[in-house]
């Protein structure tokens, strides 16, 4: 059997919302090792336990546990019963596994039964004092090389000498939703991630220059929906949305603000499905001054488009910290495949410091309102995204 105990980062979480995280967790954890057969996972004082009675290797448990998000970190643990002799057997055995004469250790009990016959301190003494004499490794009390931990409650204990980092991070689902304006590129899956690990749920939104539903369904944007979200086995809705009803509009009007146009027209688009979803916020993944769209002045004229407020996750990332996210979460080559992004066909020379007047003209000439009720009725598909 494994078995591990999940800490989560406490701080701050009180009441009901502390009822509220713990539930969400152990229903992520169940949903990330939903194909491990004879899995457990329980809710058990300050932390939750994961027992699975399958004969698998570890690594597949942990690499599922590593991504969930709301882990601080996690223990391989030894469960014993709850009584003196068992934990000591347990912990000398698995300290001869890691301490020798060249490495120090200490051995670090909490009793979260206070009944038990040991105080823990004596419980430190007397273990450490069995590991001195059967490793000869030296006790150091301040920052050994290995800590034994030993945490004894009613019904059992648990030793545990190794902590696997979490994710960090809040459980998805317990801080609402979100609506993702998901482009082709690298950065916008980044910021996806990053609202799933601030807990939300996701709804996702695509413009595209595509022929067809079919070939936006058959579209990379639809494997790299699915890449960020499977590890949290999340189910969302993805609009794929013709851009082409705006690129008529537009063809005949010659601007260098067309990009801020068109990011204005997905913001307004991206609100009204937001309203019918319940979604509170929108999410981009602009980062300041990275393209000629995202300097101040734009992005303050994008903003003014809609009264969501707009979540920039990567406001403050350099791109080469962006690229790094996007190789961990396994979105980069996906990005980096050609692809013929909306935004890329207006992209040329566009200006700095788009002019408000010149805009709020264009908008005027194009409909804007028009634009949207004819794109958001005829030219939406929206697919659901499912594990
Ligand atoms: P990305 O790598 O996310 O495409 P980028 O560096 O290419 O970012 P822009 O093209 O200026 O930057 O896009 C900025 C943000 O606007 C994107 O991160 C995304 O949130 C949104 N966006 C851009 N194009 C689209 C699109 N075709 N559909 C939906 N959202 C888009
Ligand atoms: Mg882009």
Not at 149 to 178: H, K, N, W
Request: with cysteine; net charge neutral.
């Amino acid at each position: 059997m494994h078995a591990y105990i999940v800490h989560f980062g406490e701080l701050g979480l009180k009441g009901r919302n502390r009822v509220f995280f713990i539930r969400q967790l152990a229903e992520n954890i169940r949903a990330a090792l939903h194909d491990v057969p004879e899995t457990e996972v329980t809710p058990f004082h300050s932390h939750i336990l994961v027992k699975v009675f399958a004969d698998v290797p570890a690594e597949t448990i942990e690499a599922r546990l590593g991504k969930v998000f709301g882990i601080a970190y996690f223990a391989p643990a030894v469960i014993t019963p709850a009584d003196f002799e068992a934990i000591s057997a347990a912990a000398l055995q698995l300290a001869e596994g890691v301490v020798t004469p060249a490495t120090t250790f200490k051995v670090d009990t909490t009793r979260g039964d206070k009944q038990f016959p040991v105080y823990s301190q004596d419980v430190d003494r007397e273990i450490g004092a069995r590991i001195v004499a059967r490793t000869g490794a030296p006790v150091k009390l301040k920052n050994p090389d290995v800590t034994i931990t030993i945490q004894i409650y009613e019904d059992a204990a648990y030793c545990f000498v190794q902590r696997l980092q979490g994710a960090g991070g809040l459980p998805v689902g317990m801080s609402g939703r979100v609506l993702v304006l998901f482009s082709g590129g690298i950065d916008s899956p980044v910021a996806a991630h990053m609202m799933l690990k601030r807990g939300c749920t996701l709804d996702l939104l695509h413009f595209h220059l595509l022929p067809g539903v079919a070939q936006a369904r058959a579209s990379k944007i639809v494997d790299m929906a699915r890449a960020v979200l499977a590890p949290h086995r999340l189910t969302a809705p993805l609009y794929l949305i013709s851009a082409a009803p705006f690129e008529t509009a537009m063809a005949a009007v010659n601007t260098r603000t067309a990009t801020v146009v068109f990011r204005r027209f997905i913001m307004r688009a991206a609100e009204r499905l937001a309203h019918r979803r319940k979604a509170l916020a929108l999410v981009t993944g602009e980062s300041i001054g990275q393209v000629a769209s995202q300097t101040l002045p734009n992005i303050n004229l994008i903003s003014q488009a809609t009264t969501l407020p707009i979540l920039r996750p990567l406001i403050g990332f350099d791109k080469a910290e962006i690229v790094a996210a996007a190789h961990e979460i396994g979105t980069y080559d996906l990005s980096i495949q050609p692809y013929k992004d909306p935004c890329s066909v207006h992209a040329r020379n566009p200006a700095t410091w788009a002019n408000p007047e010149e805009v709020q003209r264009i908008e005027a000439e194009i409909d804007v309102p028009a634009l949207l009720d004819v794109t958001l009725r005829d030219y939406t598909d929206e697919v659901w995204i499912r594990f």
